[in-house]
């Protein structure tokens, strides 16, 4: 387990998936991030990459040959190299080898850089190309937060909070595709209530949100986060059945639409990095 701390906060995460298992408050002693219980959903945050969400009959296709990969891509599966390391800062590496090249032709380097500030740690991805074509990826975030977040709080006193958006239109999900169906909920007070229930159906995906801060609250207490995400074009907000977290997911891609016809290089979202270039996104989030 790797630990970086400052005054106010402790993280602690895997080498595999470079993923994010606890963040704690020293202050107020409240844990944010989900346990990873087996019996609802056994991760934390998970990184997303090379695509997001689920493909078409499982694959794609790339210069006329077929390949196969599961849901939100192999990135997660894989044990990162600890590149950089301070008291509050730590970078987690990922190239491509042998056998992700098997799956996804593509040279990349991957990273995660975790970084804490006050009572905030920031995730920046960071990704470049050190091949002799263009990299066709997706990434995104996937991390589950505590709902709620201590005793005498149901899951029913909490909501998410939006900066910008007054009402929210999302997309279906349809066999694990995005459906054209949408559905409108207008919020009160810029306030989407949380209940189970909203979960039912999987993820509700957003192509049009314009709040880039989104805060989970209750009525109960001052106790919360603010998540900030700047420059993710696509927004998934999701829970297992009936398990006490949320899960709130910037993403630069989504899942294949259900009239995909999977071609990689017309993939909704998709983006694209000439050789030698490098591309990042942050997310980030305020513990209160």
């Given at each position: ?6 005054e106010t ?8 998936g470079?993923?994010?298992?606890s ?9 944010y ?17 090379p ?17 196969q990969l ?31 090249l ?9 990273g ?8 905030k740690?920031?995730?920046?991805y960071?990704v ?13 975030a ?10 005498g709080?149901?899951?029913t ?35 989407l ?5 909203l ?27 603010h ?8 927004f998934?907000?999701w ?6 977290f949320?899960?709130?997911e910037?993403?630069?891609?989504v899942?294949?639409?259900?009239h995909?016809?999977?071609?990689l ?9 000439t050789p ?5 996104r942050t997310w ?5």
């Open positions: 387990m790797i630990i970086i701390e400052n906060l402790i993280a602690a995460f895997n080498v595999k470079a993923e994010l298992q963040l704690n408050s020293k202050s107020t002693g409240l844990s991030i989900w346990n990873g219980d087996p019996l609802f959903w056994p991760k934390h945050s998970p990184v997303l990459f695509v997001i969400g689920a493909l078409k009959d499982g694959s794609y296709i790339y210069k006329g040959k077929t390949y599961p849901r939100h891509g192999f990135a997660r599966d894989y044990e990162y190299n600890v590149e950089q390391m301070s008291d509050t800062e730590v970078l987690f590496t990922l190239a491509s080898n042998e056998e992700t098997s799956v996804y032709p593509f040279e990349f380097s991957l995660l850089r975790y970084k804490l500030v006050g009572d740690l920031s995730c920046t960071e470049s190309n050190p091949g002799s074509k263009n990299l066709l990826f997706s990434v995104g996937h991390p589950a937060f505590n709902v709620p977040l201590q005793d709080v149901a899951y006193d909490c909501y998410l909070e939006f900066e910008k958006d007054s009402e929210l239109t999302f997309h279906k999900i349809k066999g694990d595709l995005i459906d054209d169906e949408t559905v409108t909920i207008v919020l009160e007070d810029s306030r209530p949380l209940t189970h229930e979960f039912y159906d999987d993820a509700l995906v957003f192509k049009r949100l314009r709040s880039n801060v989104i805060s989970i609250m209750n009525y109960k207490n001052s106790n919360g986060i998540f900030d995400f700047d420059d993710f074009p696509f998934g907000i829970a297992a059945k009936d398990a006490n949320v899960c709130l910037p993403w630069c891609g899942a294949d639409g259900i995909h016809d999977q071609q290089e017309k993939k909704e979202g998709i983006l694209s990095l030698g270039e490098s591309w990042e980030g989030v305020e513990v209160f």
